[in-house]
């Protein structure tokens, strides 16, 4: 361009000298100078024009700033509005401009940043004469920043966290954490060593592994997990992967990149937790599975809901036969200790465990304080869990803390309660089946006394009365039928007998209470005991068959009598878990304990040899036991047990 710019004083000699050196000065600087008037012209632009806009600085004269050929754009690519130039900013406003960036097409160079700052140039009025602007190509710089830029972006949404460590410990760079789980709160740790900020119990390796990456020379790496301690106290697991670029730009120092791996951990632990307490639940209800009564399960089942679920307050209560009252078995040591003795539950009585039993509902109990119908206002149980073991029983866990219990607490105890109710009903099937093969060797037993009775007792009879009556017949002597009539009435007498026994090795399956006192007294009326002395110690009542368990009595008083004499006294009485009936005769000898309820046993010539038999089958008909040993007065002592009182 060179000129002098228009409207502008012919310069005096000195003025051209300094106006040469001007123009030298803005030759050698590396970027577009324009000198813009109030209107808008370009009235001045040096050599670097062509490089920038695409024009000379001749061309570059005849255009205004706004000229549609340069199709100037925000940096994003949108077009900019005439108003928003920094060319129109300055003019418009008075105020510079600095480094305002836009793109322009260039003719040679296609689409090129350029970066714009300006001055005004005011009149000696104040007002604004034109504005001079230096423009500069920025387009390498630009993509380079905008790389950067995206670069970041991508760390700040990285779920790995990067720091850079200098060989002293000390984190010089440490990267954002946007892009990390919101969940965890990594510290800012740049300035300070982060071993403090490592678990203590993982503090020493991680110490250990930096020293080592230090001698390992450049470029070693080293993987390793750790805790970490967040702002608010609490730790998280994180994995780390460390290499040694001390030395080496632009990382020079330990770059470390670390990962939440704090919910993979948590699932490990609970992956862990879980296969124990799978473990566990196998052994422990392979022992339910080996237990071979109601309690013993019970106390098996107890112990697995202290070692497989880790609740230390439980209890296991099991239902009666007939399903009307729960009846405490097993409690663990903490809750005896706050509880005490466990309570009964039925139908008559308040409480919370009935109610559950009752309509088969697992229940959930956060604050007792706020619950009506417990059968203990004054429990230290805060939150309970109730569940019900079908219509075997019912477990109950207790805390003294409100809302100790959440709703997998409740399904993990359901899920046990299930077993155990199989076990139960295992148990019970068990029972049934050995009842049945009871029965039916009670039955055999009863066709072989049968079978023996007739084979045995009553073809001796036979033998004895077709003898005399033989002799009777040849001899004409009527006195030799005698010993036929007793042989016939001893016959009856065994008929009778058997009849009985074949009656009573039935299984009772009905039941009723029955006042012992009451069947007694109906007993004496039946057995020849004139001279005897009958003392009931205990009157209670009992549930039973009150015909069979009448045979039970007159067998015993008759056996009583009949080997006592006259003057014998009998007692009955209760013990723990039943009857017995003690007498003052002369008692039954160790060695015939074992044989005295056999069929035929008698130690008398008139004896069938088998009330003793038709009492034990009554009792085990019952369901009971009977053994005999010997009275405080030296007598015999037969003892019922198993008996259930009302």
Known sequence: MGGIPPGADAPNQGDRGRLHELQQVLKAVPMTILRIDADGRIVYANEHAQKHLGVDSTEATNRTYDDTAWELRATDGTPIADEELPFARVIATGEPVDGLRHRIQHPDRGDRVLEVSGVPVFDDADEIESAV?????????????????????????????????????????????????TTFEHPELVGETPFEYVHPDDRDRIRDDFEALLTAGVESTMQTEYRIQQPDGTYRWLAGRAINYLGMDPVDGI??????????????????????????LQETTQRLLETDDPESAAIVALEGIKSVFNFSTSGIWLANEDRTRLDPIAMSEQGASLIGSQPTYAADTESLSWDAYESQTATRIDDMTSQHGRANPDTPIR???????????????????????SDDDLRSVQIWSNTVESALARLEQINQLQEREDALTRERDRLDDFASIISHDLRNMLNVAEGHLGVAKTQEDISKL??????????????????????????????????ISVVI??????????????????????????????????????????????????????????????DTGPGVSP????????????????????????????????????????????????????????
């Open 383 to 405: 939150s309970e869990l109730i569940v019900p073991i079908g219509e075997f029983g019912l477990v109950n866990i207790g805390s003294t803390a409100v809302g100790d219990f």
């Open 133 to 181: 602007f230096a423009i500069r190509d920025v387009t390498d710089q630009h993509e380079r920043e905008q790389e950067l830029e995206r670069y970041r972006e991508f760390l700040s949404q990285s779920p790995d966290i990067t720091l850079v460590i200098d060989e002293d410990g000390v984190v010089q760079y440490q990267s954002g954490t946007s892009g990390v789980d």
């Open 591 to 646: 060695e015939d304990r074992d044989t005295i309820f056999d069929s035929g046993y008698t130690t008398r010539e008139e004896g069938t040899g088998l009330g003793l038999r038709i009492v034990e089958q009554v009792v085990e008909a019952h369901g009971w036991s009977i053994t005999v040993t010997e009275s405080e007065a030296g007598g015999a002592r037969f003892e019922i047990s198993g008996v259930d009182f009302v």
């Open 482 to 515: 005698d010993p036929v009539d007793r042989a016939l009435s001893r016959m009856d007498d065994i008929m009778d007998d058997t009849l009985t026994l074949a009656r009573q090795g039935e299984t009772v399956d009905e039941r009723e209470p029955v006042d």
């Open 521 to 582: 007294a109906n007993c004496l009326n039946v057995i020849d005991s004139e001279g005897a002395t009958f003392n009931i110690e205990d009157e209670c009542s009992i549930m039973a068959d009150p015909d069979r368990l009448a045979h039970v009595f007159e067998n015993l008083f008759r056996n009583a009598v009949d080997h006592g004499g006259s003057d014998v006294t009998v007692t009955v009485g209760r013990t723990d878990d039943g009857l017995y009936v003690a």
């Open 255 to 280: 770059l470390v990149v670390t990962r939440d791996i704090h919910q993979r951990k948590v699932t490990e632990t609970k992956l862990g937790r879980y296969e124990r307490t799978i473990r566990e």
